[in-house]
């Protein structure tokens, strides 16, 4: 089998003409000038990210295939960067454009921009140390992180779970949520949430009653924040201390 010889692509002749394409494009276009600025200087970033990633980024320019990947890892790599939605979203457009330049039409996921007033979402690294932090505090502690991440319950809701309402199967797994104003939600839960549930309902038991127990009984909405030296509930203890997340959804 032959090698192929010579530069990578990111590093040659589609690159520097793509780029040369789309500043073409923006000389002529009707946005604006601090648009177009920022559209130049997004482009830049991109190929000088794709020049410190040529060996796994070489096919960027050479097929739809190739350049969707590209924006897509380079998109991954802003959102772990902590780079702001729209920041990543203005991007995406430069690149859609530039790409366009030489036809290749991608179509690349945007980054979800939080509404107002909505809690930050952890990053892949930041999630894995919450759970690793939860665990080493035990089967319990897991699951209820397990239960805040992965099904979207809020502190109240969390404390409030009876052993009825988790219907967990070899395959499947739902948990029912009370919350605000008597309303019941029933969510999936994922194989990592159902383990760890399981896990708990292993040593608690599995008969009806307050899913959360301790060495005094139930836990009550206190006992699920854990408050502690320092006063910081259980959850909110655990993810600020292993993400940058200051107001989470608990």
Same mark, same amino acid.
């Given at each position: 089998?032959?090698?192929?010889?010579? #530069? #990578?692509?990111?590093?040659?002749?589609?690159?520097? =003409?793509? /780029?040369?394409?789309?500043?073409?494009?923006?000389?002529?276009?009707?946005?604006?000038?601090?648009?177009?600025?920022?559209?130049r200087r997004q482009i830049a970033a991109y190929v000088a990210w794709l020049a410190e990633h040529a060996a796994e980024?070489?096919?960027?320019?050479?097929?739809?295939?190739?350049?969707?990947?590209?924006?897509?890892a380079w998109r991954r790599s802003r959102i772990d960067d902590r780079a702001a939605p729209n920041t990543i979203n203005q991007g995406i457009a430069a690149l859609t454009l530039m790409y366009a330049q030489v036809g290749l039409r991608i179509d690349v996921k945007r980054a979800t921009v939080p509404k107002p007033g909505e809690p930050d979402a952890l990053t892949t690294a930041e999630q894995g140390a919450v759970e690793r932090a939860a665990a080493r505090?035990?089967?319990?502690?897991?699951?209820?992180?397990? /239960?805040?991440?992965?099904?979207?319950?809020? =502190?109240?809701?969390?404390a409030r779970l009876e052993a009825d309402d988790i219907a967990i199967t070899a395959r499947t797994g739902t948990i029912r949520l009370h919350g605000k104003g008597d309303q019941v939600r029933t969510v999936p839960i994922p194989p990592t949430a159902r383990a760890r549930i399981t896990a708990w309902l292993d040593i608690r038991g599995r008969q009806p009653g307050p899913l959360w127990t301790g060495q005094r009984g139930e836990l009550t909405i206190s006992g699920i924040r854990g408050r502690g030296a320092g006063g910081q509930p259980l959850a909110l203890r655990t993810i600020k201390t292993h993400?940058? /997340?200051?107001? #989470?959804?608990l």
């Open positions: 089998m032959s090698s192929r010889s010579g #530069p #990578p692509a990111t590093s040659a002749l589609p690159a520097r =003409e793509a /780029v040369a394409a789309a500043h073409r494009h923006l000389d002529r276009c009707k946005l604006s000038a601090n648009t177009v600025k920022a559209y980024r070489d096919d960027a320019f050479a097929d739809l295939v190739g350049a969707e990947a590209a924006v897509t505090r035990g089967a319990r502690d897991a699951a209820i992180i397990a /239960v805040l991440l992965f099904a979207g319950a809020r =502190e109240e809701e969390c993400s940058r /997340v200051k107001h #989470p959804h």
